[in-house]
């Protein structure tokens, strides 16, 4: 038996709205002073501010602040299961978007090239840091050999995967304090991403190469609402509460797709870490039974609404950063300082000059676009990239955009052996490295391959046969 007023019914409500109300403050934070001009997304300071917080209150109470009653006796663990789901369901409400724009066959290449380059990206990450770690694991008996495989987690994939997998360390590999390892990476690519987009684009303003947008926000206009044909937005059922119902709809198919896994191959806690991943195919899966419901006119009028699929992905991006941030533990990360500031350091450079060279060699006509997308995206979140995006590019008049969101089914392709590589990692620690850079180098290659295996003109073609 419970009663209402018991802790245990009120304590998520307590645990949610303390994010929501960290995100608010933050907000208005934003608004004064330094942090006016700087380029730190709201939730991630919510989540320094909430981090602050707890940090003094367990010096001084000598216990976690989010354990306290009012949050249920384990917040804690509470915030990373939001972070968790969160991450699934954002990326979910990102795939149930309708997609419907044909390319020309120039911009197909650019879309597949920047999905490379994120998964190079990725492999570059983790090559640098598993390598770092493993050279100091010989010098620094505290160092969990393979930690700095974590990287391209959380710098190039953000805070829910970081956590996924430092979790999946500690439980079943013993890297004590793992989670907060891994969340407390994905912090420090917030950080790189603000800290080297407020440098570049300061770079930028005083070469006089493009002009930093205004805080004034972007007119909504109202096809950017609802496009033709859709239900309405009020109807007998709100049109947010069927974006909701879908999203939900598709994770729980999620979660019935990776018990069956479970069950029929075990390997659970690796099926249950690729929670975003199978959401992902789920996702699609409604859209196509969608798709062939319109086309046989089974279903007259579309559900899906774009515009609040990203209110709805963005929330829970939103809630992922800020309870992932929150629920860092400084006192389990012990003497991993050292490994962690250098990993963030190195982290942030190297993504830097790959992607300016990157952006500037194949992407010509929008390069300071693309890269500071693309150093955003890969040191935080695609809300990063999109923030950075938005201060040289207000109204997305570049394909910069598209090119982020349409990389993703080349990027989750070539990027999913990165998420087997890290499973073997533990077992193979030496062996998976060398995987890593071969897979590197493989990746460079495709990336590189019009200037590799470069074809001759039909004029230069010409001019041979004639020498002859």
Same mark, same amino acid.
């Given at each position: ?175 004590? @304090? ?10 420090? @690519? ?156 190195? @982290? ?121």
């Amino acid at each position: 038996m419970y009663y209402f007023w018991d802790s245990e019914v009120w304590s998520f409500l307590c645990l949610m709205t303390v994010l929501f109300v960290a995100m608010l403050l933050a907000n208005v934070i934003k608004k004064t002073g330094f942090f006016k001009n700087s380029l730190i997304p709201t939730s991630v300071l919510g989540g320094i501010i909430l981090l602050i917080i707890s940090t003094v209150y367990e010096a001084i109470a000598e216990k976690p602040f989010f354990n306290l009653e009012i949050f249920g006796g384990n917040g804690n663990a509470n915030l990373e299961v939001i972070t968790y789901h969160a991450l699934a369901l954002g990326f979910i409400a990102t795939t149930l978007k309708t997609t419907e724009k044909k390319f020309t066959k120039e911009r197909n290449k650019e879309i597949f090239n920047t999905g490379v380059t994120t998964v190079s990206t990725y492999l570059l990450q983790a090559v640098f840091g598993m390598g770092i770690t493993l050279g100091l694991s010989y010098i620094l008996t505290d160092v969990f050999p393979i930690s700095g495989i974590l990287l391209p987690f959380g710098y190039g994939q953000g805070t829910g995967q970081a956590l996924n997998w430092g979790k999946t360390y500690e439980n079943d590999w013993g890297f004590i @304090g793992g989670s907060s390892f891994g969340l407390t990476v994905a912090a420090l @690519g917030f950080l790189s991403a603000s800290i080297g987009g407020v440098i570049h684009l300061n770079i930028l303003k005083k070469k006089g190469k493009v002009i930093i947008a205004s805080d004034k926000e972007r007119k909504l206009l109202s096809e950017d609402v609802q496009s033709d044909n859709e239900i309405p937005m009020n109807g007998s059922m709100d049109k947010m509460t069927v974006q909701i119902a879908l999203v939900l709809l598709a994770y729980i198919l999620t979660y019935a797709l990776m018990a069956l896994l479970t069950k029929l191959i075990g390997m659970q806690s690796v099926i249950y870490g690729f929670n975003f991943l199978f959401g992902v195919l789920m996702a699609t899966l409604i859209k196509a039974v969608a798709k062939f419901s319109h086309k046989k006119g089974i279903i007259k009028k579309y559900h899906r609404n774009n515009f609040l699929l990203d209110r709805i992905s963005n929330s829970c991006f939103d809630v992922m950063v800020v309870a992932g941030i929150a629920a860092i533990r400084f006192d389990v990360l012990g003497n991993y300082w050292i490994v962690l500031i250098i990993l963030g350091i190195v @982290g942030a450079v190297i993504t830097y000059f790959y992607n300016l060279y990157i952006a500037r060699r194949f992407f010509p006509a929008y390069s300071e676009e693309q890269f500071l997308m693309m150093y955003g995206m890969l040191t935080g979140t695609a809300s990063t990239g999109m923030i950075l995006l938005r201060e040289v590019d207000e109204g997305f008049k570049t394909p910069v955009a598209d090119n982020l969101v349409y990389q993703n089914f080349p990027a989750i392709v070539f990027g999913f052996p990165l998420m087997l590589l890290a499973n073997l990692a533990p077992k193979q620690p030496w062996l998976t490295f060398g995987i890593l850079f071969a897979f590197l180098i493989v990746m460079n290659i495709i990336l590189f391959r019009s200037v590799i295996f470069k074809r001759k003109s039909k004029a230069e073609k010409t001019q041979i046969e004639a020498n002859e």
